[in-house]
C-alpha cells in the first residue's frame, strides 16, 4: 500500500518489521528443552517471550496447569498457509508428530485435534462439554459448558482443514483429501460442520426433564459435541480445503509472502544493538534490514 502511494520510506520500514518477525518467530516460539522428541518443536506460546523458560500457566476454563513448553498446538500450521515457513521446513516437520502425539485422537469419523494441549490425556483446554474422566473440575458428563464456564475440551474440526492445507503443500494429496473426508463425517444435519466434536465414548442424552444446566444433549463418538453448528469459520475452512484440493499451495496463501520468504531466500539481516528503549525481551537479539 505504501508502495502504491509513492512512499517507499514507509514502505522499508513496513518489509524490516515484517522480516524481522519472520527471522524472530522461531526463536519465540520453539523450544529445545520441552519434553517431547526429537527436543525442537514449536510450542503454543511463550509467556515471556522465551520458549525454554520454565514457566507454567493455566490451560483455562478448569483445565491444569502446565510448563509452556508441554503445551503444544497447531498455530504453527499457520506461518506455511500463509508463506512465511516452507511446508517442508525442519522445525514444522519436526513439530508435527508432537501434536499427533499430544493433541491428536482418531475417532471413527476421522483425523482430529484439540485446539492446545499436552500428552497428559484429559489436559486440554476446558472448553466444552463436561466428560468427567478429564482432569477437569466439571460435573456431571454432559454438561453444557455455558452454565459453568469449566469443561471438557473437544476435537474442533477446523484444525483437521488447516493440518490438510499443509499436507497439500508437501504433494500428500490423499492424506489431505482424508482430512476433508474427516471434516465430511464430522458434520451434522445437511452437511453443517461444528465447532467441536465428541472423541470419548458414545453418552445418551439425559432423560427428559433434566433440568438444562445439567442436561446432556447425548453424544457419538466422531459426531457434533453441544457447541455452535456451524461455526462459521469452520465451514469456511472446509469449503476452503474444498477448493483447495488438486493445488499445490492454499488457495488463500498471499503470493506476495511466499515470494519473499520462501520462493527466494530470506532478506538477510544487519545485527544491531538496541540500548533505547530497552528491548521488551532482552535475551532476544534485535536484527533489522
Same mark, same amino acid.
Given at each position: 500500500?505504501?508502495?502504491?502511494?509513492?512512499?517507499?520510506?514507509?514502505?522499508?520500514?513496513?518489509?524490516?518489521?515484517?522480516?524481522?518477525?519472520?527471522r524472530s518467530i522461531k526463536g519465540w516460539t520453539v523450544t529445545t528443552s520441552g519434553?517431547?522428541?526429537?527436543?525442537?518443536?514449536?510450542?503454543?506460546?511463550?509467556?515471556?517471550?522465551?520458549?525454554?523458560?520454565?514457566?507454567?500457566?493455566?490451560?483455562?476454563?478448569?483445565?491444569?496447569?502446565?510448563?509452556?513448553?508441554?503445551?503444544?498446538?497447531?498455530?504453527?500450521?499457520?506461518?506455511?498457509?500463509?508463506?512465511?515457513?516452507?511446508?517442508?521446513?525442519?522445525?514444522?516437520?519436526? $513439530?508435527?508428530?508432537?501434536?499427533?502425539?499430544?493433541?491428536?485422537?482418531?475417532?471413527?469419523?476421522?483425523?482430529?485435534?484439540?485446539?492446545?494441549?499436552? $500428552?497428559?490425556?484429559?489436559?486440554?483446554?476446558?472448553?466444552?462439554?463436561?466428560?468427567?474422566?478429564?482432569?477437569?473440575?466439571?460435573?456431571?458428563?454432559?454438561?453444557?459448558?455455558?452454565?459453568?464456564?469449566?469443561?471438557?475440551?473437544?476435537?474442533?474440526?477446523?484444525?483437521?482443514?488447516?493440518?490438510?492445507?499443509?499436507?497439500?503443500?508437501?504433494?500428500?494429496?490423499?492424506?489431505?483429501?482424508?482430512?476433508?473426508?474427516?471434516?465430511?463425517?464430522?458434520? $451434522?444435519?445437511?452437511?453443517?460442520?461444528?465447532?467441536?466434536?465428541?472423541?470419548?465414548?458414545?453418552?445418551?442424552?439425559?432423560?427428559?426433564?433434566?433440568?438444562?444446566?445439567?442436561?446432556?444433549?447425548?453424544?457419538?463418538?466422531?459426531?457434533?459435541?453441544?457447541?455452535?453448528?456451524?461455526?462459521?469459520?469452520?465451514?469456511?475452512?472446509?469449503?476452503?480445503?474444498?477448493?483447495?484440493?488438486?493445488?499445490?499451495?492454499?488457495?488463500?496463501?498471499?503470493?506476495?509472502?511466499?515470494?519473499?520468504?520462501?520462493?527466494?531466500?530470506?532478506?538477510?539481516?544487519?545485527?544491531?544493538?538496541?540500548?533505547?528503549?530497552?528491548?521488551?525481551?532482552?535475551?532476544?537479539?534485535?536484527?533489522?534490514?
Open positions: 500500500m505504501a508502495d502504491l502511494h509513492q512512499d517507499p520510506a514507509a514502505a522499508r520500514v513496513y518489509r524490516a518489521t515484517a522480516d524481522y518477525f519472520q519434553p517431547y522428541l526429537p527436543g525442537r518443536y514449536f510450542l503454543r506460546l511463550s509467556k515471556t517471550g522465551d520458549p525454554n523458560a520454565a514457566v507454567s500457566y493455566s490451560l483455562g476454563n478448569g483445565s491444569v496447569t502446565a510448563d509452556q513448553r508441554a503445551v503444544v498446538d497447531g498455530g504453527f500450521l499457520e506461518l506455511v498457509r500463509l508463506g512465511i515457513l516452507p511446508a517442508n521446513d525442519p522445525d514444522v516437520t519436526r $513439530s508435527l508428530p508432537v501434536v499427533d502425539q499430544a493433541i491428536g485422537r482418531t475417532t471413527p469419523s476421522g483425523q482430529g485435534f484439540y485446539r492446545y494441549g499436552t $500428552s497428559q490425556s484429559g489436559s486440554e483446554d476446558g472448553y466444552g462439554d463436561c466428560y468427567e474422566p478429564d482432569p477437569t473440575t466439571c460435573t456431571p458428563n454432559g454438561k453444557p459448558w455455558p452454565t459453568g464456564n469449566s469443561g471438557s475440551g473437544h476435537l474442533w474440526p477446523v484444525l483437521s482443514g488447516e493440518r490438510a492445507e499443509r499436507q497439500l503443500a508437501v504433494g500428500d494429496q490423499s492424506g489431505a483429501a482424508a482430512l476433508l473426508a474427516a471434516m465430511h463425517s464430522y458434520a $451434522s444435519g445437511v452437511g453443517l460442520v461444528p465447532e467441536q466434536d465428541w472423541e470419548n465414548p458414545d453418552l445418551p442424552a439425559s432423560p427428559y426433564g433434566t433440568a438444562p444446566e445439567t442436561a446432556s444433549l447425548g453424544f457419538h463418538n466422531g459426531q457434533a459435541a453441544g457447541s455452535a453448528s456451524p461455526l462459521t469459520w469452520a465451514q469456511a475452512q472446509e469449503a476452503r480445503l474444498t477448493l483447495s484440493i488438486g493445488r499445490t499451495t492454499p488457495i488463500e496463501q498471499p503470493d506476495i509472502v511466499r515470494s519473499r520468504y520462501v520462493a527466494h531466500p530470506a532478506p538477510t539481516a544487519l545485527a544491531l544493538t538496541i540500548t533505547s528503549p530497552a528491548p521488551e525481551f532482552p535475551h532476544l537479539t534485535r536484527k533489522f534490514k
